[in-house]
Structure formats: C-alpha cells, structure tokens
Nanobody, 122 residues
Framework: QVQLVESGGGLVQAGGSLRLSCVAS????????MGWYRQAPGKQRELVAS???????NYADSVRGRFTISRDNAKDTVYLQMTSLKPEDTGVYYC????????????????WGQGTQVTVSS
C-alpha cells in the first residue's frame, strides 16, 4: 500500500506564512502528479496546486503568486510554501499523489493523505 503523511499545518495570523510537507511511502514505483487540495467548512474540496514529476505546475487562481508548490522526486515529497495568508485560506489541506505501484503494471492510482489543518486568523 501507499501512505501519504502531511505536516506543517497550524494557526497563523493573516499575512503570515506556513510550509506544508507531504511524504509518500510504501509500495511505489513512480509518482506522476502530486498536489495539494483544501476543504473549508461547508465547502467542497478544491485544488490548490499540483506539480508533475517533470516540473510542470498548476495553481488555483486564488493562490497564484502567494503559494509555491515544489517537489523532491528522490524523496517522494511535495511541499507547499504559503505566504501572504488570508483568512479565506483556512481549511484542511490534503496531499494527493498519482502513484504507479508496480513496474510491470502501467497503472496509476490516486492516494490521499489524512489532511492537516491550516487556520488563518484575521
């Protein structure tokens, strides 16, 4: 199986910064995309940012210019540097990875972390 473990969430004042980390472990042959999603109370889970193994990135309009996603492919780790945080960034942040588990099976599966809470106070 594959496990994703997030860390780095917490409480921060508006305008502050946080850095989230997510490490993938277990039966992993390769990882295609890794990304961060968030879910605010009463709202649907939404994509925040994603990055492919080749370095292409994608951001939600609401975070572009404030958040930066990066990966360490050798460590199966993805980071999310969040700056200029706003109260509307509050939510549970989930790590997601598109994982190929077996070398002889060309199949990618979606895995999720347990989530880490980010709270931005005004």
């Amino acid at each position: 199986q594959v496990q994703l473990v997030e860390s780095g969430g917490g409480l921060v004042q508006a305008g502050g910064s946080l850095r989230l980390s997510c490490v993938a472990s277990g039966s992993i042959f390769s990882i295609n995309a890794m990304g961060w999603y968030r879910q605010a109370p009463g709202k649907q889970r939404e994509l925040v940012a994603s990055a492919t193994s080749g370095g292409s990135t994608n951001y939600a309009d609401s975070v572009r210019g404030r958040f930066t996603i990066s990966r360490d492919n050798a460590k199966d780790t993805v980071y999310l540097q969040m700056t200029s945080l706003k109260p509307e960034d509050t939510g549970v942040y989930y790590c997601n990875a598109d994982v190929r588990r077996l070398a002889w099976v060309n199949k990618y599966e979606d895995y999720w972390g347990q989530g880490t809470q980010v709270t931005v106070s005004s």
